[in-house]
């Protein structure tokens, strides 16, 4: 138990579909991730939020849609995906962007499938 | 993007043996973070170094920040079957080096997968 959780843990959508994967962090972290892991690729980091203010999105398609309503909680919304963004989605927090600590702990993960 | 050279890429050794990976980078870091991902979960931290030469144990686990602070090693000591995984190395640039958009971001190796037979 790393005191980020992550649900959805596995999930199947059509490319037409929309929801919603969510993320929630029982650390008192201020800084929250959402990274995508395929296979043979590094992680490669989606948006970055610290103290509910999105401070990074790394050039990701407008099919994913993040909302940090509190430091706590953390959304990616989907709508119309690709057979392509089927994979292994993480959520991770961190004390804050302006801390020396800079460990991530990082939730179980969504398995996401689009069919 | 940047990306760490992890190796080797996969091991697979008998239980009881000592494992060794690594991770270098063509750029200075000021943490290195090594990760262990059982399948179908998210990565754990095993251990976090800060300094320059640090040596750290987790166990039967060491860890050490190069003197040249642009590599890392993880040692596993006496191998036994639950280590198998996937071990990953991150490093996070000085601040310096962080531009607007990269600040605090972690900078992550392929990963090394370790299989051990009992």
């Known amino acids: 138990e790393t005191g980020v959780t992550q649900t959805p843990r596995h999930l199947v959508m059509g490319m037409t579909n929309k929801k919603s994967l969510k993320c929630e962090q029982h650390?008192?972290?201020?800084?929250m991730y959402w990274y995508k892991q395929s296979a043979k690729k590094p992680l490669e980091l989606m948006f970055v939020?610290?103290?509910?203010?999105?401070?990074e999105n790394n050039s990701v398609p407008s099919r994913f849609s993040p909302e940090c309503p509190n430091s706590s909680h953390l959304f990616l919304h989907l709508h119309t995906l690709q057979p392509e963004d089927s994979a292994l989605y993480l959520c991770?927090?961190?004390?804050?962007?302006?801390?020396?600590?800079?460990?991530?702990?990082f939730g179980q993960g969504t398995r996401l499938t689009v069919v | 993007g940047q990306q760490l050279n992890q190796s080797p890429q996969s091991m697979f050794i008998q239980e009881g043996e000592d494992v060794s990976m690594n991770c270098t980078s063509s750029?200075?870091?000021?943490?290195w973070l090594w990760y262990k991902q059982d399948p179908g979960e998210g990565p754990v931290l095993l251990i976090a170094?800060?300094?320059a030469g640090e040596l750290t144990s987790n166990g039967r686990l060491t860890a050490q920040f190069g003197i040249t602070r642009k590599d890392s090693f993880l040692n596993i000591s006496a191998s036994i079957p639950s280590d198998v995984g996937i071990y990953f190395c991150?490093?996070?640039?000085?601040?310096?080096?962080?531009?607007?958009?990269?600040?605090?971001?972690?900078?992550w190796g392929l990963g090394t997968s370790l299989a051990v037979n009992p």
């Open positions: 991150a490093g996070q640039l000085p601040h310096h080096q962080n531009n607007a958009g990269n600040n605090r971001k972690l900078i």
């Open positions: 991770a927090s961190s004390q804050g962007l302006g801390t020396v600590n800079t460990e991530a702990f």
């Open positions: 939020y610290n103290f509910k203010e999105q401070t």
């Open positions: 650390l008192g972290h201020n800084a």
């Open positions: 170094l800060y300094k």
């Open positions: 750029s200075i870091f000021n943490t």
